[in-house]
């Protein structure tokens, strides 16, 4: 990836957002602490939660990591009762991943955990304040999400 330029607006920019996630550090060290789930694994748990039936190739490809790094992923999920692989529907040489009753409870109880802890902190933001916030993390979303498919267009793993 070639060096982009970082004014001190997007130094700042980065700044705040890594404050912002760090916010949330706790609510993950918590998951650690009991289910022991690491940050890839739980964001592993999350796409399936948004879409079960992924392909191994597939939650690489969201991850931004390597098959043979979802694999191991998956293999520590499995064993600890998250998830279940099986042959695919649509292809008896692929897998499709699912979630088990435990890994959907975690990652349930850990989104509405993060939602509520959000909302508290985001009603002390005014209507115009959340209508900017809005719009900037929905533009770096769309950002990230273009810049995605264009490395997966060019065979790129890393971001």
Not at 19 to 30: G, M
Not at 99 to 128: D, F, K, Q
Request: charged share 30%; with cysteine.
């Amino acid at each position: 990836m070639p060096e982009t330029a970082r004014t001190p607006e997007v130094e700042a920019a980065m700044d705040a957002y890594f404050a912002a996630s760090a916010l949330l550090d706790p609510i993950r060290l918590r998951i650690w602490d009991t289910e022991h789930l690491t940050v890839t694994q739980l964001r592993l748990l999350g796409h399936l939660f948004e879409q079960e039936g992924l392909s191994n190739a597939e939650l690489a490809d969201r991850l931004y990591v390597t098959r043979p790094s979802v694999s191991a992923l998956l293999e520590r999920l499995e064993r600890g009762g998250f998830i279940r692989r099986e042959v695919a529907q649509n292809d008896r040489r692929g897998i499709s991943i699912w979630l088990e009753p435990r890994g959907r409870e975690v990652t349930a109880n850990l989104r509405e955990e993060i939602r509520r802890y959000c909302a508290h902190l985001m009603s002390e933001l005014s209507p115009s304040e959340l209508a900017v916030f809005t719009a900037a993390a929905n533009r770096f979303a769309e950002l990230g999400a273009a810049r995605r498919r264009k490395d997966l267009e060019s065979g790129s793993a890393s971001p």
